[in-house]
Nanobody
């Protein structure tokens, strides 16, 4: 059974940093594109960042220059380093995995999802 488990969320002040982790089990995702999405209360789930197996990356404009996605294939884990956090970054953050190798920004392109981890940024 495939599982994606996020960790690292929490409460942080504006300007602070958090590092999210997503540990995969049940299969190897070393050749698959992985993504991070987030969903704030009352809003649609939106793309944050994605990374291919060859570590090409893509970011939403709202997080460029502040967030960094990375992966450790040996650990079957993907990370999201979030710096200079803003109150508008407050959301539940989800890790996702594709069957394919190309990074995509649409949630419908992702087959596997974690349960999410809450990130709250106070002003």
């Amino acid at each position: 059974q495939v599982q994606l488990v996020e960790s690292g969320g929490g409460l942080v002040q504006a300007g602070g940093s958090l590092r999210l982790s997503c540990a995969a089990s049940g299969r190897t995702f070393s050749r698959n594109a992985m993504g991070w999405f987030r969903q704030a209360p009352g809003k649609e789930r939106e793309f944050v960042a994605a990374i291919t197996w060859s570590v090409d990356t893509d970011y939403a404009d709202s997080v460029k220059g502040r967030f960094t996605v990375s992966r450790d294939n040996a650990k079957n884990t993907v990370y999201l380093q979030m710096n200079s956090l803003k109150p508008e970054d407050t959301a539940v953050y989800y890790c996702a995995a594709r069957y394919g190798v190309v990074a995509r920004t649409e949630r419908y392109d992702y087959a596997f999802w974690g349960q999410g981890t809450q990130v709250t940024v106070s002003s």
